[in-house]
């Protein structure tokens, strides 16, 4: 503790034993104060008391403050067991001093004082504002002047209880049963040594040792024990808490640049804390620089603003500054927020500064320009790739405007770009015939956008559809040959490969890291469980399983890339709600063209990523001389 937080310290001390003192002689507190201990001793209400002790004053003609006077001392030497009679407490309590009591001599000495309830309320208000850990105690006598216990008075709210417990409860209980770790420890020992000579103490630092199993091991600590009222006020340190704190500070002073001074103008010693010595990259072992060298550094250019700092602060006021000092061949930006502690006068005793080093935020205005046009050139040069990238979207996958048939189905495609022009994706689909009659459905997404995510989006796609004529039409046997190339080449993508097998009407799919297909029936909608496959590019030897599921002819099926249901504003879960709700209403709906109501309602482009939507039915030519359905 500093020697301006120690004066500090004492002047808190003495303003609350003034407190204590003041409410103990004047007449109103200590009517209120009997009041309040009859109250509790009876089990009355305190304006029943108060009442009382008018009654009583007025018949023995005395101030009340007086018969309040002689009920206090009687009470804090008698507790007194059971709740007798309000009347019974003030006759016993009023009794001449020559009666026999030595009995309640004894009472007292195996029970806290009474006087702890009657000024422990106000000495907990003084401790609720004040900072750190603080205990009042107050000593329980044996048969002598021994003190053979504390009982806890009062606490402040940042008081740790190393169990666990909540400091609160510890107020009325003993030391010796509420922290038995302290008995007989050099704390102990100045307890007693304050409550006999009134002279404050200072004990540590020493290691506490708990006995709980929920307490640290050992703490080293410092007391500083004071007397106040009939009691004592342990304030207490934790060095572990020290030392966090400490390192936290030196922390934030390294990430931010940041460093601290003070000078005491009275005695005139400076303290530099490590961080500013690193700033003004000085040896420790010197000391800090005189204010005269610091002035020094200041680069001439600058010699005016420093001076108009100068001449706000001894105006009174707090100087926020940034010029530029000179510290051996480099020359530093800092930026100084300085202040004091004065006297009555305004003159300055004590001198606070912060020094920052913002060099690195200061950017001349050509590296600004500089930098403004590179990004000017750099924006042209995405604005081209992405034009690039979207016409050549167009040319390798052009999307029907209108559904259109293949055998045993019939088919929908709608594909939304991001609402970004600059985030053109690599999404993409498949839906053909297959040599072996089957139909082969697909849809995906590559990672990335931009040219590089559309050019990987066109081979995967003519490498699918060339798979499909000369090697397979299973699903997992395509996604594995897709996984080879992508691996290859180091990207990554999701997929959802589906052959469609019309005689049966059953579909046979399976996926790489992709959304499940949506199937939706007699207006319930269920996502398909999804067979195991990974990440399309992520491992080599990746292993794809599949799943089925039949077509009846008013079901519905919706392929669909990540676009239709992401959104930084919402989870999956929730942007995946909207669309069953849809597609279980137009499920239901009994609509002649589904698929074109569904592609109708969902239509919202996601401002960050494309979206590529792929919805089929069961569908089954009809004859030429009717026009049902025939449009969806």
């Known amino acids: ?21 003041r409410a103990q002689l004047d007449p109103e507190a200590q009517v209120q104060r009997a009041a309040g201990l009859l109250a509790g001793r009876v089990g009355c209400r305190v304006d029943e008391a108060h009442t009382c002790l008018l009654d009583r004053a007025a018949q023995q003609e005395r101030p009340i403050a007086a018969v309040a006077g002689d009920i206090l001392a009687s009470l804090q030497e008698r507790p007194g067991p059971g709740s007798p009679s309000l009347d019974a407490v003030v006759d016993q309590a009023l009794r001449p001093r020559g009666a026999d009591t030595s009995s309640s001599r004894r009472a007292s000495a195996q029970a806290p004082s009474p006087v702890i309830d009657d000024w422990g309320l106000l000495v907990q208000q003084v401790l609720d504002a004040l900072p750190g850990d603080h205990m009042v105690l107050s000593p329980v ?38 922290y038995p770790a302290t008995v007989d420890t050099p704390v102990w020992q100045a307890w007693r040594d304050v409550v006999t000579d009134g002279q404050a103490r200072e004990v540590g630092p020493f290691p506490y040792v708990g006995r709980n199993e929920r307490s640290p091991a050992e703490v080293l600590m410092t007391a500083w024990v004071s007397p106040v009222g009939p009691g004592v006020l ?45 700033i003004y990259e000085r040896d420790p072992s010197l000391g800090p620089l005189p204010s005269e060298e610091q002035e020094a550094l200041t680069l001439p250019e600058d010699e005016p603003i420093r001076r108009q700092a100068a ?31 004065r006297d009555v006068h305004g003159r300055p005793l004590r001198v606070y500064g912060i020094v920052q080093d913002v060099t690195a935020q200061q950017t001349t205005r050509a590296q600004l320009a500089e930098a403004e046009q590179l990004l000017r050139r750099h924006q042209h040069r995405l604005a081209a790739e ?21 055998p045993g189905l019939r088919v929908a495609v709608r594909y939304l770009p991001a609402e970004e022009a600059s985030r053109v994706g690599g999404d993409w689909f498949h839906a053909a015939l297959a040599d072996d009659g089957s139909v082969v459905l697909a849809v995906g997404d590559v990672a990335g956008h931009g040219m590089h995510a559309a050019t990987v989006m066109a081979q995967l796609r003519h490498m699918l559809a060339g798979l499909t004529v000369t090697t397979t039409t299973d699903p997992a046997q395509l996604l594995w040959h897709l996984n080879r190339l992508l691996y290859s080449t180091a990207t990554t993508a999701t997929a959802a490969v589906a052959r469609f097998d019309p005689p049966s009407r059953s579909v046979t799919w399976a996926q790489g890291g992709h959304p499940a297909p949506l199937h939706a029936r007699a207006g319930v909608t269920t996502e398909l469980a ?6 399309l590019g992520a491992v080599r030897a990746a292993r794809y399983d599949t799943a089925t599921v039949s077509l009846a002819p008013a079901d519905l099926l919706l392929f669909y890339t990540d676009g239709l249901i992401e959104d930084r504003r919402h ?38 990523d494309d979206t590529c939507i792929l919805a089929v039915r069961h569908h089954t030519p009809t004859p030429p001389d009717t026009t049902e359905g025939n449009d969806a």
């Open 1 to 21: 503790m500093s020697v301006g937080q120690h004066h500090e310290y004492r002047q808190r001390l003495a303003a609350l034993a003034e407190k204590v003192t």
């Open 141 to 178: 006598f044996g048969d002598g002047t021994e003190i053979i216990d504390w009982v806890i008075v009062a606490v402040s709210q940042e008081t740790a209880d190393f169990s666990g417990r909540d400091v609160a409860q510890a107020v009325g209980r003993r030391i010796t049963r509420a």
């Open 234 to 278: 342990s304030r207490w340190v934790r060095h572990d808490d020290e030392i966090r704190q400490a390192e936290r500070i030196a922390q934030t002073e390294r990430l931010g640049r940041l460093g601290w001074g003070e000078a005491d103008l009275v005695t005139g010693q400076i303290v530099w804390s490590e961080e500013l010595y690193r």
């Open 311 to 341: 001449e706000s602060f001894g105006r009174g006021e707090t100087v926020d500054v940034t010029t530029r000092i000179r510290v051996g061949e480099r020359v530093k930006h800092v930026r100084s927020v300085v202040d004091a502690v």
């Open 386 to 406: 992405h034009e690039l990238a979207a016409q050549l979207r167009q040319i390798v996958l052009p999307v029907p405007a209108d559904p259109f048939d293949l």
């Open 530 to 535: 999804r067979p195991h496959g990974q990440l």
């Open 571 to 608: 989870t999956l879960a929730e942007g995946l709600a909207p669309v069953v709700a849809t597609l279980s209403e137009i499920s239901a709906s009994g609509s002649p063209q589904p698929l074109a109501d569904l592609l109708a309602r969902l239509r919202r482009a996601n401002p960050d």
